[in-house]
């Protein structure tokens, strides 16, 4: 295994020629367009979208139906090392998030730069492989094993980004700052490898960060903060106020109602309430979670303008509890998902959740009018600005063909009418009708397999056995 501060295999700059894809069918927000003619450059930038053919590019028939790629919004690569691991719950005790992180605080002292880059690199490829195209990594794993800063302060931030590169998914780096091991308490030891003894130094990684991903096309960066509970107010304001202006920002809020519960008493505001008094939210503003939200925050929220990350597998997984979506969404269309953990990362399972765990609360089965249409077109363009990406379609001439493509002789997709084609892909389908994933006009994953997929996993395997969660 390579550190990836010592190496990247870049995509990038690959000779191709121009090309067009033939699709059964391709989805746009105003609905599908039935043989789909789809040309690229060689870049694999869109140059045509039409029911027709014209020009000289060669002719790819692909049987199959094309949605614009998944937004992962919201993930922790190293946490996928641990994934599964801890499920064991033994008789007359308690296990919640709290006993949970400490599991997540071993696992995370037992990675060094080239094991997470190993775990990253598998991560990303079973991402792609479930039509993710683009992540944003919500990095907060900054120094060595002891806590000291690494010689080069972004290195296990470079190795996310190397892992992206190397499988071929696009990636929003958001290192986030780290202070607290609670309202008003100090860091644990067990955080020691997050934590920062003030903002310059964040703002000196961050700037290395920068650096990093400036002269690859397929990453960008975000910032943020990890959550109120992990950094004081005054700094939570100053990264925000004194961070780049035209980046996305990011931060946990109100997950657990212990931590509602802590603000309480310790702030005299709850999470959502403080963020939105203190900080000028905005469209350029991600909150991940907001399970726990009052009436007021609701509508305040929404009207900000801000993002919602929802990450419903990992939610339900650690008991957070359910996002008001249904209020949340009289007001605004701005959330999008994420895979968090990675307990789960079939995105069409976690865009059922969303709407069923609504249903399950309200008793009602029209969550949404034209409810598929809805959850596709509010997680892509909420997801496009938690990687700080303007889009006004799905596909659109000037903009890469990232797409995930279902296959045409899946028995229920090839039996519906295209009125019923999306609600039966979203609400019927899962992994196994991908036929492939094609990230900026090439194909990444290909009849499920990704074409590193035996060397990420011998070398993924070999980091699992040295991984601890006690």
């Not at 033994?90 to 998030?97: E, H, K, R, S």
């Not at 109100?254 to 505001?269: F, G, P």
């Not at 249409?373 to 990687?387: D, E, I, P, Y």
């Not at 019927?428 to 035996?454: C, F, P, R």
Request: charged residues 20%; proline residues 4%.
């Amino acid at each position: 295994m390579n550190s990836g501060a010592q190496k990247i295999a870049f995509r990038q700059g690959k000779s191709r020629e121009a090309k067009t894809f033939h699709f059964k069918a391709l989805l746009q927000p105003g609905g599908w367009i039935s043989s789909a003619y789809v040309t690229i450059d060689a870049r694999g930038i869109i140059t045509a979208i039409s029911q027709t053919h014209s020009g000289d590019a060669g002719v790819e028939a692909v049987n199959g139906f094309a949605l614009p790629g998944f937004l992962n919004a919201h993930s922790h690569a190293f946490q996928y090392a641990m994934a599964g691991m801890a499920e064991k719950h033994p008789p007359d005790t308690v296990d919640d998030f709290w006993t949970w992180r400490e599991a997540m605080y071993a696992c995370a002292l037992s990675l060094d730069p080239s094991e997470m880059q190993a775990v990253a690199s598998m991560l990303y490829v079973e991402m792609l492989k479930r039509g993710y195209t683009h992540v944003a990594e919500f990095q907060y794993l900054h120094h060595d094993k002891n806590g000291k800063p690494y010689d080069n302060l972004a290195e296990m931030s470079v190795c996310l980004v190397a892992a992206a590169a190397i499988t071929g998914i696009k990636i929003t780096l958001v290192p986030v700052f780290y202070q607290r091991g609670g309202f008003g308490k100090n860091a644990e030891p067990a955080q020691r490898r997050f934590c920062f003894r003030n903002t310059d130094q964040y703002f000196k990684l961050l700037e290395d960060c920068s650096g990093v991903v400036k002269s690859i096309t397929t990453a960008r960066l975000g910032f943020g903060v990890h959550s109120l509970r992990a950094a004081d107010g005054d700094d939570i304001i100053r990264v925000a106020q004194h961070g780049p202006t035209n980046l996305p920002f990011h931060i946990h809020a109100a997950e657990q109602l212990r931590e509602v519960n802590d603000a309480l008493s310790y702030l005299k505001q709850r999470p959502v309430e403080w963020l939105l008094n203190n900080l000028d939210l905005n469209e350029r503003h991600n909150l991940i979670h907001c399970t726990h939200l009052s009436d007021v925050e609701v509508e305040r929220l929404a009207r900000s303008n801000a993002n919602v990350v929802l990450c419903p597998g990992t939610e339900a997984n650690l008991g957070d509890g359910i996002f008001r979506l249904t209020d949340f969404s009289r007001h605004s269309n701005h959330w999008s998902i994420g895979t968090d953990s990675h307990i789960s990362l079939n995105p069409l399972e976690d865009l059922r959740w969303l709407d069923y765990t609504q249903r399950l609360s309200t008793h009602k089965r029209n969550t949404f009018p034209d409810g598929a249409s809805r959850l596709m077109a509010n997680t892509f363009f909420s997801g496009k600005r938690a990687m700080g990406v303007s889009a006004s379609d799905f596909f659109q001439t000037g903009q890469p063909l990232d797409a995930v493509v279902y296959d045409g002789d899946s028995p229920l997709l090839s039996a519906a009418g295209i009125e019923h084609l999306l609600p039966t892909l979203i609400y019927t389908s899962d992994s196994a009708a991908v036929m492939g994933t094609i990230v900026d006009g090439e194909w990444i994953v290909k009849g499920q397999a990704h074409k590193n997929q035996l060397e990420i996993l011998r070398d993924f395997q070999a980091v699992i056995k040295n991984i601890s969660v006690k």
